[in-house]
Nanobody
Framework: QVHLVESGGGLVQAGGSLRLSCAASGRTFSVNFMGWFRQAPGKDREFVAAINWKSKDIYYGEFEKDRFAISADNAKNTVYLQMNNLKPDDTAVYHC???????????????WGAGTQVTVSS
């Protein structure tokens, strides 16, 4: 019901920045939370950040969240993830996700994008 397409990933040197975008379409009116997750090779998927689509309340994961910032543009049905001072450990596939429920923003997402690769070289 909600289609998500990520963009903005790529190869960046350590210390660089990237801004990921997630364009939502379909039944976007049903979305309450939009989130970002990442999954590195051989590791579990990790919650990065989420934003309430309506209130713009923001939640971050248990990592160096001061380097990451989530934002949303409702008019464009797009959520962003600004990533600064990137490190090689940030290398992962970054997925956008959406959920209609108003429980925890850190899990329970129903809709997922295919992901965009972020590779940080040292």
């Amino acid at each position: 019901q909600v289609h998500l397409v990520e963009s903005g990933g790529g190869l960046v040197q350590a210390g660089g920045s990237l801004r990921l975008s997630c364009a939502a379409s379909g039944r976007t009116f049903s979305v309450n939370f939009m989130g970002w997750f990442r999954q590195a090779p051989g590791k579990d998927r990790e919650f990065v950040a989420a934003i309430n689509w309506k209130s713009k309340d923001i939640y971050y994961g248990e990592f160096e969240k001061d380097r990451f910032a989530i934002s949303a543009d409702n008019a464009k049905n797009t959520v962003y993830l600004q990533m600064n001072n990137l490190k090689p450990d940030d290398t992962a596939v970054y997925h956008c996700a959406a959920k209609p429920t108003i429980d925890t923003p850190r899990s329970g997402y129903n809709y997922w994008g295919a992901g965009t690769q972020v590779t940080v070289s040292s």
